[in-house]
């Protein structure tokens, strides 16, 4: 494979849209090529630059007002009086929606453009990705003496490694994962059905506890891990998320 | 149409009404026309739901409302008249004051980006403004994925060469 179809491939990679295996590959190879990656820099920077520099046009709220109050046209064969009914559930769920979850997926876009927004955005396309992978980890261990050296020479600084099996996070194992252009190891834990990615940041990140956010059902969770700025995320509720960062920032160091 | 499915229309148009504004926005170039294909999509979404057959809602949502778009764009009996962008005078550039070269690189970039020929210019918007997915992309589009992927390739290619002499001044860390 020759760098142009690498090329190609680092759109879909920084798209999240390429598959696990070629991710892999290609990121093998990102390793070794100075080229791509200064290439992959490029295009991480262009996103950035369009998504920081306030091109959404946000719906004004007169449009959102003059749609709330169309009244949607019947079907021929509609009955009438569902009709009035229709209008009236239509309205308030219109309503509803606008000064709720419209107003505050409106707000999380609006404030949130920052670093910090940016750098949660590339957290959950980087779990995303790797939900849809055949494995989220590519060290398969529950032993944290396996996975804490598996990290060293791949990631500047090992991140701390703890199994909490006992308190039902057992260690899944570890994966280097790409957050934007940049490498982080993520230490990978299992509650029940759901799965847990622990991005350790490196230090200075940008991401703080105001990120904390929920998106499409996955919630986001900073934590100090041993010092490092680190992120958590996951499907689980918002108990488990907060039972499962105890843990992880209180436990004693070993 | 029964309770459910207008219930259901409203809920889909609401949700994604800034991302239906903004898709219209950078089609038609201005506020007014944009709400008028807004609206118009949401009435025809409501008239065609039963024709909705599963799949991503957003993404046929805001096909509707591209549909809408063009249609006006067409009525308009005329194309966007694509403005002229200046190139950046990389002389100048140096003497402006940080704060406002920003503010510059950031006009600079909506002049690309508006100045972008209409597919390549939705095609990034749906990506990187929108976030949609390649597979919703082509959905909206109609469009196969491989399109979808290429335009992408070249609209980002045309911007980043466009912006390159402001670059080239200074790297402003964005």
Known sequence: ?254 | MNAGTANWVATLAQQHLDAAHNLGRWLLGNEQDAADAVHDAYVRAARSAATYAGGNARAWWLAIVRNCCLAKLSSRKRETPLRAVPDAEPGTLSEVEDGAHIAQCRTLLAEHLRALPTEYRETLVLRELEDLSYREIADVLGVPIGTVMSRLARGRALLQRALEPVAQEQDHGL
């Open chain 1, 1 to 254: 494979m020759d760098c142009n179809f690498r090329q190609t491939q680092l759109e879909a990679y920084l798209d999240g849209e390429l598959e696990r295996a070629d991710a892999r590959e290609l990121e093998a190879h990102l390793d070794d090529c100075a080229e791509c990656r200064a290439a992959l820099d490029r295009l991480d920077a262009l996103r950035r630059e369009l998504r920081a520099a306030g091109l959404r046009h946000t719906a004004p709220e007169s449009l959102r007002a003059r749609i709330a109050a169309t009244p949607l046209t019947a079907a021929p064969g509609a009955m009438a009086p569902r009709r009035m009914r229709d209008g009236v559930w239509r309205y308030a769920a219109a309503l509803l929606l606008a000064f709720g979850t419209g107003g505050v997926s409106v707000q999380m876009w609006n404030s949130a453009r920052g670093a910090d927004a940016m750098l949660a955005h590339d957290i959950y396309a980087s779990h995303w990705r790797a939900l849809a992978a055949t494995s989220p980890v590519d060290v398969v261990s529950s032993d944290r003496h396996t996975v804490k050296p598996w990290f060293a020479g791949k990631v500047a600084q090992s991140p701390t490694v703890r199994d909490f099996a006992d308190q039902g996070f057992p260690l899944v194992g570890g994966r280097v994962d790409y957050l934007g252009a940049q490498r982080v190891p993520v230490l990978v834990y299992r509650h029940g059905q759901h799965l847990i990615d622990v991005f350790v940041l490196p230090p200075g990140s940008a991401l703080s506890p105001a990120t904390n956010a929920r998106e499409a059902g996955y919630a986001l969770q900073f934590v100090a891990l041993d010092g490092a700025p680190a992120a958590i995320v996951s499907d689980m509720d918002a108990h488990e998320l907060a039972a499962f960062a105890q843990l992880l920032s209180k436990a004693p160091t070993s």
